[in-house]
C-alpha cells in the first residue's frame, strides 16, 4: 500500500541530544514537509522540499535542520539547539506542492526528559 | 503576511445538532482544502474547493467556498460522536510557492 510512514511513534530525547525523526514516503510524491504541533494548537511549517536536493524554510526552522538526498525521504533533525523540542510532529508529502491534497503520516511524538 | 483564520476555535456540541466553522483569508486563495484530526491522530484530507461560491457536499457535511475566494465554510448537519476532532482549513501560501497556510484549527467537543 502507498503511504507516508514515521518513526519512531515516540521518542525520548535527553536535554542536549540531537535526534533525527524519520519520513518515508512510496507515493512518489515531489513535495515533502514537516510540522510541528504543540497541544491544542495548529499546525507550524518547520521545513519543507519541493525537489529533491533542495529545500526551504518554514515559519519556525530555528534549531531544526533536514535533507533531501532522495525522492522518498525527508528526515529532520532536532537539535540541541532548539530550545522548547517537546511536541508531536508531522510530516506530509503531496505530489504537486501546495494546491494538491497532502497526506500525513501517524506522527512522532517526541518528549525531551 | 497573509493569515488564514478560523473561528470559532472550540465548538462544544450536543448530539444531533448542527454547527458551522468559518474560515476567513486575508488574501485570496486559488483553492482551499480541509482537513480533519482525531483526538491523538493525524490530519486527513476532506476535500477541496475550487472554484468561487463552490458548494461540496459529503453526506452530512457540507462545504463552501466563497465568491471572493476569501472564505470557506464547513457545515455538519446532525452531528455525531463521530465528527469529534479538530477541523483545519488551509490553502497555498501567497509568499512561497509549493506551501501551505494552515488555519489554527476549529476543535469540536461532541456531548452525547
Known amino acids: 500500500d502507498g503511504g507516508i510512514t514515521q518513526s519512531p511513534k515516540y521518542l525520548f530525547r535527553k536535554e542536549g541530544q540531537n535526534v533525527t525523526l524519520s519520513c518515508e514516503q512510496n507515493?512518489?510524491?515531489?513535495?515533502m514537509y514537516w510540522y510541528r504541533q504543540d497541544p491544542g494548537q495548529g499546525l507550524r511549517l518547520i521545513y519543507y522540499?519541493?525537489?529533491?536536493?533542495?529545500?526551504q524554510k518554514g515559519d519556525i526552522a530555528e534549531g531544526y535542520s533536514v535533507s533531501r538526498e532522495k525522492k522518498e525521504s525527508f528526515p529532520l533533525t532536532v537539535t540541541s539547539a532548539q530550545k522548547n523540542p517537546t511536541a508531536f510532529y508531522l510530516c506530509?508529502?503531496?505530489?504537486?506542492?501546495?494546491?494538491?491534497?497532502?497526506?500525513f503520516g501517524q506522527g512522532t511524538r517526541l518528549t525531551v526528559v | 503576511g497573509q493569515q488564514v483564520m478560523q473561528i470559532p476555535q472550540y465548538q462544544h456540541v450536543q448530539e444531533g445538532e448542527d454547527f458551522t466553522t468559518y474560515c476567513n483569508s486575508s488574501?485570496?486563495?486559488?483553492?482551499i482544502q480541509w482537513y480533519k484530526q482525531r483526538p491523538g491522530g493525524h490530519p486527513v484530507f476532506l476535500i477541496q474547493?475550487?472554484?468561487?461560491?463552490e458548494v461540496k457536499k459529503q453526506k452530512r457535511l457540507t462545504f463552501q467556498f466563497g465568491e471572493a475566494k476569501k472564505n470557506s465554510s464547513l457545515h455538519i448537519t446532525a452531528t455525531q460522536t463521530t465528527d469529534v476532532g479538530t477541523y483545519f482549513c488551509?490553502?497555498?501560501?501567497?509568499?512561497?510557492?509549493?506551501?501551505?497556510?494552515f488555519g489554527a484549527g476549529t476543535q469540536v467537543v461532541v456531548t452525547p
Open positions: 506530509a508529502s503531496t505530489p504537486g506542492g501546495a494546491g494538491t491534497e497532502a497526506f
Open positions: 507515493l512518489n510524491h515531489d513535495a
Open positions: 522540499s519541493q525537489i529533491v536536493n533542495d529545500f
Open positions: 488574501t485570496t486563495l486559488s483553492n
Open positions: 474547493l475550487v472554484k468561487s461560491g
Open positions: 488551509a490553502g497555498p501560501a501567497t509568499d512561497s510557492w509549493g506551501k501551505f497556510q
